[in-house]
């Protein structure tokens, strides 16, 4: 099973400012099988990058990932009022597993 | 527009069987495959298991001895089991579907809204 660990467990920011979010995994993802998304409370959560650098559909462009191999990143350029939520990575190369998330909160 | 909803009992006693269902609109269940989530109360994402249209399965090995999924296309719906269930199984579960026709290795694009299930007496 390929295991997901991703750091900071919370990240600190304010409004306009960078966010960098990292996804690292136990083993090599295949073919960039890996993809990010959004959960907001109460809500499913929501595709935001696949192949770990396409955007979904609809998903602005201040949402943008890299990486390959073992080590992922999520960037949001400028953090918008709605972009505060926990973030998730997950592989689908090889069944399926998630990360524990990343809380990303207003400073 | 797919979209997909969770039905099912929100209190299931332990050592018993909780069932869910997810019917899709919007969209055939055929060609997909498509999976079951859960996330336990201010926790991660786990990865239950996921079918076929045609019924084949794959599942999380940390389940697979209590885990049934199964499809219904007639009706456009597949289904969770999950047997001998403990505390441990309370959860927001999530019905989804994974993105490419004929493909288990593309991202989940299509999201239920999730259903809470309490196991306790």
């Known amino acids: 099973e390929i295991v997901l660990t991703q750091s900071p467990g919370t990240l600190s920011l304010s409004p306009g400012e960078r966010a960098t979010l990292s996804c690292r995994a136990s083993q090599s993802i295949s073919s960039s099988y890996l993809a990010w998304y959004q959960q907001k409370p109460g809500q499913a959560p929501r595709l935001l990058i696949y192949g770990a650098s396409s955007r979904a559909t609809g998903i602005p462009d201040r949402f943008s990932g890299s990486g390959s191999g073992t080590d992922f990143t999520l960037t949001i350029s400028r953090l918008e009022p709605e972009d505060f939520a926990v973030y998730y990575c997950?592989?689908?190369?090889?069944?399926?597993?998630f990360g524990g998330g990343t809380k990303v909160e207003i400073k | 527009q797919v979209q997909l909803q969770e039905s099912g009992p929100g209190l299931v006693k332990p050592s018993e069987t909780l069932s869910l269902t997810c019917t899709v609109s919007?969209?055939?269940?055929?060609?997909?495959?498509w999976t079951w989530i859960r996330q336990p109360p201010g926790k991660g994402l786990e990865w239950i298991g996921y079918?076929?249209?045609?019924?084949?399965?794959n599942y999380n090995p940390s389940l697979k001895s209590r885990v049934t999924i199964s499809v219904d296309t007639s009706k456009n719906q597949f289904s969770l089991s999950l047997n001998s269930v403990t505390a441990a199984d309370t959860a927001v579960y999530y019905c989804?579907?994974?993105?490419?026709?004929?493909?288990?290795?593309?991202?989940?694009?299509?999201w239920g809204q999730g259903t809470l299930v309490t196991v306790s007496s």
């Open positions: 919007g969209g055939s269940i055929n060609y997909y495959f």
């Open positions: 989804a579907r994974v993105s490419q026709r004929y493909s288990n290795t593309s991202p989940l694009d299509y």
């Open positions: 079918i076929y249209y045609s019924g084949s399965t």
């Open positions: 997950q592989q689908y190369g090889s069944s399926l597993t």
